[in-house]
Antibody
Framework: EVQLVESGGGLVQPGGSLKLSCAAS????????MHWVRQASGKGLEWVGR??????????SYAASVKGRFTISRDDSKNTAYLQMNSLKTEDTAVYYC??????WGQGTLVTVS | SYELTQPPSVSVSPGQTARITCSGD??????AYWYQQKPGQAPVLVIY???ERPSGIPERFSGSNSGTTVTLTISGVQAEDEADYYC??????????FGTGTKVTVL
């Protein structure tokens, strides 16, 4: 069974940093692209970014709203993906989901910038 | 920036058919995906590659593509189908876009 468990959310001040983790199990993590998607309270889904597999050179791509501030990485030995968030803004407040190939999703972790 | 436009809401009686549209210029060239999200829960993929249904998704969910508009159809709507629905598609610049979302209300 695919399981994705996000952690690392919390309260941070504007301008601060936070690093989210996504622990994966139940599928071949090393061969899968991992995405991060966020959702502000009462709002729709917003794609944040993606990291591809080693076979695809760990290529990353980001939404314009976070490019240059957020960085996605992965550790295939730990079956874990990461989202490093710097220069946080109040508008980054949201539940952050990790998803494998945008098919299976974790339950999310709340980030509050205030 | 690229946008996918959905109607804000759709209302349907139990047993009837709900159709949710999603419009975007890149849809003739890219596959569309549909997600169901119930309050307090993570999204669930219900349709991929325009019209494919993942295992475990009821047959009443179907998808179609007609150029710049894709449609999610829920046939024989049940009370448990009340949820928000989002379309999603890649764009030409290696990024991904979600639709504006549609709230389906079962009367």
């Amino acid at each position: 069974e695919v399981q994705l468990v996000e952690s690392g959310g919390g309260l941070v001040q504007p301008g601060g940093s936070l690093k989210l983790s996504c622990a994966a199990s139940g599928f071949t993590f090393s061969g899968s692209a991992m995405h991060w998607v966020r959702q502000a309270s009462g709002k729709g889904l917003e794609w944040v970014g993606r990291i591809r597999s080693k076979a695809n050179s760990y290529a990353t791509s980001y939404a314009a709203s976070v490019k240059g501030r957020f960085t996605i990485s992965r550790d295939d030995s730990k079956n874990t993906a990461y989202l490093q968030m710097n220069s946080l803004k109040t508008e980054d407040t949201a539940v952050y989901y990790c998803t494998v190939t945008l098919s299976r999703w974790g339950q999310g972790t709340l980030v509050t910038v205030s | 920036s690229y946008e996918l436009t959905q109607p804000p809401s759709v209302s349907v009686s139990p047993g009837q058919t709900a159709r949710i549209t999603c419009s975007g210029d890149a849809l003739p060239k890219q596959y569309a995906y549909w997600y169901q999200q119930k309050p307090g829960q993570a999204p669930v993929l219900v349709i991929y590659k325009d019209s494919e249904r993942p295992s475990g998704i009821p047959e009443r969910f179907s998808g179609s593509n007609s150029g710049t508009t894709v449609t999610l159809t829920i046939s024989g709507v049940q009370a448990e189908d009340e949820a928000d629905y989002y379309c999603q598609s890649p764009d030409s610049s290696d990024t991904y876009v979600f639709g504006t979302g549609t709230k389906v209300t079962v009367l």
